[in-house]
């Protein structure tokens, strides 16, 4: 571990964090509309995940995708500009906040139907196979998507075709209202592919360096041709499911010690400090370059105009 | 005059697109060592080897939505459905996945697949697996709904929904899979989509169908010959998109309409037309229009009652009576 790789991390970490705490802000500012779900919290995992695939690796996630999609390497402005529907948005203010692609740098989206990614992220890893690439397809899921049949109907068909497709189930404790403990009969989700021959594993998805130890294993596993793994990262998203979440299913005491005691961005800030990798006020420049570049997304977004509506009918028929 | 059956066009038009492309691949149930539940797919897998004819689990919704990330990845995936009645398990990977991605993704993403499999009225199955489903394809922007009645037609608007970049439900039927036709010389090899074709000239009244439907429209107009109406019947071919044009040409020729389809009325294709007819071409109609389509119940199963359901041959003929006033 050096020093700028650390950096990088936590660069990368708090670019997500800043960028969604002022969607936050413009979701309330009515500037963002819809359903807007934050990645507050989880963003060890998609940091981590990106450092340990290789480039031409790709990844495909539910509707909870600002992190994904910015980990990935889409410049924040048109992510910013997509969350509040203008034209230079990433989507051209098609698709909004959970219908996000980057196909430059290999992110296939962004998909509201939870668990639908399921399904294509084993497609996209059929296509690596069926045309010998050796790359991975990383497919994300939450809790909550672990219940949907297609997953299992996945599960089965990349195990029989030994597809080199990673499952990562980020668990985030609440299936949007609903505790793992309420919506699982077992809570050990890393199991659910043990009937289907998948090896699993359960990762501190509040730890990047957990994250990407086990991401680079799970990769090296699949690339040799062993067929899917299934990685469990636990995690916690401290916002609401949505934005129209006021979170009533749980305290806040809850919130903060996770919080005050795991996050993943705090967390590499000691780590820094004590290595004597950073000082405080290398840090706080750190965060204030990562606001500059989100207020000049949001002004960015805010010049950019609405999609042009001779848009409305293209894009519909190739 | 050499004759060939749909199954046989059908066959051929996948065999050739796949000789000429090596990122077409077919998979679905019993496609494989099965050599197709309909014998659709008979030989492939010799031709071709397991890599490319793949045999999937029974596992629609799965399979369709692992099609799809084959297709937008970089493949060309035929996905058979042993029937459409079985695509509903997949419907929203269809609908969600298939057919949104592109304009979802702001033109960044299209999907080249195609799904096909038999559609519509079996024989003596029942509500669940006897049913039409080319008014629920149809209503989705983002898809191309395709239901050929010849063997000719069956080839050339399959090879052409292999080729197309969006994804394309192919609606075949599987009473009309060994039934056989002449060749068609003058067929393109391609054929374009949202062409309909004039299947029998006439002055006194349009009939439009497609699929095994359009059987019983000619029989009809030949009936109808017989009593001195001349009929002009339409195989649509191609449902979306629809060919306005050649179904407002024909109205404006005869002022009358007849439409033929086994789906249900409400909200269907033949509702679609009437709409159209009605919105461009009102003035012309000298009669009501009448839709014949599927009775408004599930599919029974006894055979008085199943024939009872499906548009027959002399539904067609009293209702072009009717609007003839005869």
Sequence with gaps: MNKKELLTYYREMLLIRRFEEKSGQLYGMGLIAGFCHLYIGQEAIVVGMKHAMRKSDSAVTSYRDHGHILAGGMDPKYVMAELMGRGTGCSKGKGGSMHMFDLKNNFWGGHGIVGAQVPIGTGIAFTNKYKENGDVCVTYFGDGAVHQGQVYESFNMASLWKLPVLYIIENNIYSMGTSVERHSCRTDLYKFGESFLIPGKRVDGMDIFAVKEAGEEALKYIRSGKGPMILEMVTYRYRGHSMSDPGNYRSKEEVNKMRDNHDPIENLKEILIKKKFASEEDLKNIDKEIRAEVEEAVEFSKNSSEPDPKELYTDIYK | ?326
């Design chain 2, 1 to 326: 005059m050499a004759t060939i059956t749909v199954r046989e066009a059908l066959k051929d038009a996948i065999a050739e697109e796949m000789r000429a492309d090596k990122d077409v691949f077919i998979l679905g149930e019993e496609v494989a060592e099965y050599q197709g539940a309909y014998k659709v797919t008979q030989g492939l897998l010799q031709e071709f080897g397991d890599k490319r004819v793949i045999d999937t689990p029974i596992t629609e919704h799965g399979f369709a939505g692992l099609a799809i990330g084959a297709a937008i990845s970089g493949l060309k995936p035929i996905c058979e459905f042993m029937t459409f009645n079985f695509a509903m398990q997949a419907i929203d990977q269809i609908i969600n996945s298939a057919a949104k991605t592109y304009y979802m993704s702001g033109g960044q993403i299209n999907c080249p697949i195609v799904f096909r499999g038999p559609n519509g009225s079996a024989a003596r199955v029942g509500a669940q697996h006897s049913q039409c489903y080319a008014s629920w394809y149809s209503h989705i922007p983002g898809l191309k709904v395709i239901a050929p009645y010849t063997a000719s037609d069956a080839k050339g608007l399959l090879k052409t929904a292999i080729k197309d970049p969006n994804p394309v439900i192919f609606l075949e039927n599987e009473l009309m899979y060994g039934r056989s036709f002449e060749i068609d010389d003058e067929a393109e090899e391609y054929i374009p989509f949202g062409k309909a074709k004039i299947v029998r000239e006439g002055t006194d009244v349009t009939i439009t169908a497609f699929s095994i439907q359009v059987g019983n429209a000619l029989l009809a107009a030949e009936k109808l010959a017989e009593e001195g109406i001349s009929a002009e019947v339409i195989d649509l071919r191609s449902l979306r998109p629809l060919d306005e044009e050649t179904i407002l040409d024909s109205v404006k020729k005869t002022n009358r309409l007849v439409t033929v389809e086994e789906g249900w009325g409400f909200a269907s294709i033949s509702s679609s037309i009437v709409s159209l007819v009605v919105a461009k071409a009102f003035d012309y109609l000298d009669a009501e229009i009448i839709m014949i389509t599927g009775k408004d119940i599930p599919m029974p199963y006894a055979h008085n009652l199943e024939k009872l359901t499906v548009p027959q041959i002399d539904d067609i003929v009293g209702a072009c009576k009717k609007v003839c006033y005869r």
